[in-house]
């Protein structure tokens, strides 16, 4: 069962303009986390963010969840070529046991 | 170096052939996790394993099978039982710390059936 959504499944954009990903999520979690994958690759953690938290930065990445709506969204600015890649949001790991993969947003920046 | 090593990078399988995909990590992490992930979709979870000598299936366990005798080594086996087996292998790891549980992932094997 698929734990994420993230919408769009895909995107693409011109280097400079920012990109917006959604994720949502079913169950109750503690923390929601965002991951980039190249084409190939094995995932790269980006960013964390918990259950009581409603915002987080880090560098160009901004990530928001609402846990009322069950949701996150993940927001790049000023892109560039080099965040073209897949895009996923994840629940669950650690403790809560197994850890969830939505099935992804692609990103293509063009230059 | 800290992280985790998955191997052969690339595996062919003839029909009705076993086949063991190798993932070692040396970060000391707990959780283990093994995914499935074909073309153009999102990872899904074959097993995962919080401890020593423990697993759990994931959503499609079925045709795999997997052993944790060491707290690094988590090996998933692909038995002749999984009928449509070519895809991208992805191994995690990841530890919970003060509420965090970032994982960490190996840089996969393809797998291809022959």
């Known amino acids: 069962s698929q734990q994420g959504e993230e919408d769009p499944q895909a995107l693409s954009i011109q280097e400079g303009e920012n990109a917006t990903m959604n994720c949502s999520y079913k169950?109750?979690?503690?923390?929601l986390q965002w991951y980039r994958q190249n084409s190939g690759r094995g995932l790269v953690h980006l960013i964390l963010?918990?259950?009581?938290?409603r915002e987080k930065h880090s560098g160009r990445l901004r990530v928001t969840l609402d846990t009322s709506k069950k949701s996150s969204s993940l927001l790049i600015t000023a892109s560039r070529a080099a965040d073209t890649a897949s895009y996923f949001c994840a629940t669950g790991g650690g403790s809560q046991g197994n850890l969830i993969f939505g099935k992804g947003t692609k990103l293509s920046v063009k230059p | 170096d800290g992280g985790i090593t998955q191997s052969p990078k690339y595996l062919f399988r003839k029909e009705g052939q076993n086949v063991t995909l190798s993932c070692e990590q040396n970060l000391n992490h707990d959780a283990m996790y093994w995914y499935r992930q074909d073309p153009g979709q999102g990872l899904r979870l074959i097993y995962y394993s919080q401890i020593v000598n423990d697993f759990q299936k994931g959503d499609i366990a079925e045709g795999y099978s997997v052993s944790r005798e060491k707290k690094e080594s988590f090996p998933l086996t692909v038995t002749s039982a999984q009928k449509n087996p070519t895809a991208f292998y992805l191994c995690?790891?990841?530890?919970?710390?003060?509420?965090?549980?970032?994982?960490?992932f190996g840089q996969g094997t393809r797998l291809t059936v022959v």
């Open positions: 995690a790891s990841s530890i919970e710390l003060r509420g965090r549980a970032e994982a960490f």
């Open positions: 169950t109750s979690i503690n923390n």
């Open positions: 963010i918990r259950s009581n938290e």
